[in-house]
C-alpha cells in the first residue's frame, strides 16, 4: 500500500510563498489523479489543484493563477507551489491519489498565513 506523506507548510505572512511536498512510497504514475486538497477549520474539505494521468489539470477558483501543481515521477513526489498566499489560505493542506481501487490520503500539513 502506497503511502503519502505531506511537508513544506508553515507560519507565511500574507503575500509570502511555500512549496509544499508530497512524498510517495511507491509509485504513482498509474494513479488516475493526483492533487492537493484543503480543509479550514469548520469548512469541507476542497480540492485546491489536481493533475490526471492524461496530464490535465485543474485548479480551483480560489487559487487559480496563484498555485501550480507539478510532479517528479523520479522521486514519487508531488509538489503544490503556493504565491501570493492571503489570510483565508490558512487550513492544512492534504496530497490525495485516486485510482478506481480507492483514493490514498496524506495525514496533512498545516498552513498559516499570519501577519
Known amino acids: 500500500q502506497v503511502q503519502l506523506v505531506e511537508s513544506g507548510g508553515g507560519l507565511v505572512q500574507p503575500g509570502g510563498s511555500l512549496r509544499l511536498s508530497c512524498a510517495a512510497s511507491g509509485s504513482i504514475a498509474n494513479f488516475n489523479v493526483v492533487g492537493w486538497f484543503r480543509q479550514a477549520p469548520g469548512r469541507q474539505r476542497e480540492p485546491i489543484a489536481t493533475?490526471?494521468?492524461?496530464?490535465?489539470?485543474y485548479y480551483s477558483d480560489s487559487m487559480k493563477g496563484r498555485v501550480t501543481i507539478s510532479r517528479d515521477s523520479a522521486k514519487n513526489t508531488l509538489y503544490l507551489q503556493m504565491n501570493s498566499l492571503k489570510l483565508g489560505d490558512t487550513a492544512v493542506y492534504y496530497c490525495?491519489?485516486?485510482?478506481?481501487?480507492?483514493?490514498?490520503w496524506g495525514q496533512g500539513t498545516q498552513v498559516t498565513v499570519s501577519s
Open positions: 493533475m490526471a494521468i492524461s496530464g490535465r489539470q
Open positions: 490525495a491519489a485516486y485510482r478506481s481501487s480507492g483514493t490514498l
